[in-house]
């Protein structure tokens, strides 16, 4: 491999790098580090609740839905419902946004056929991923 293709090979990799970092930092914008997970366990304790609730109305609350129903001086189910609402929310728009810009800028960097090319491919993702 010539010096040229390693140097455009490990530009492609900071590039990909730069792009996952701004990909992940306005993901962060919606929900704070480590967050994730929090949200992903309590849509999966809200949409268990909800099934058990179909055939026994009196399912126990699992305890991020019995949180949130405290908090919000909410019914179990509303809790539960206001969890997977709020879910989906992000994950009809902002996360798919997301997504999108990141893969799409990851692509035209890899598909770059210079150096040139590239920062034109680098400065298109990170303007795409800025305006979400």
């Known amino acids: 491999m010539t010096e040229r293709r390693r140097s455009l090979a490990m530009q492609r990799w900071l590039a990909h790098q730069e792009i996952d970092a ?5 993901r962060g914008r919606s929900m704070a580090p480590g967050m994730d997970l929090v949200y992903a366990v309590k849509l999966d304790q809200a949409l268990a609740y909800l099934d058990a609730r179909r055939s026994n109305p009196q399912a126990e609350v699992p305890s991020y839905v019995r949180a949130d129903m405290e908090v919000d001086g909410t ?3 509303a809790a539960a419902q206001a969890i997977v609402t709020a879910s989906k929310g992000f994950h009809d728009t902002t996360g798919p946004a997301i997504e ?14 210079d150096s040139d090319a590239l920062a034109d491919a680098l400065a298109a993702a990170m303007q795409a991923l800025r305006a979400i």
Request: proline share 0%; glycine share 4%; hydrophobic share 55%.
């Open 22 to 26: 701004l990909a992940a930092e306005v």
């Open 75 to 77: 019914s179990a189910a």
């Open 100 to 113: 999108k810009a990141r893969r799409e800028g990851k692509r035209a960097v890899s598909a770059a056929a």
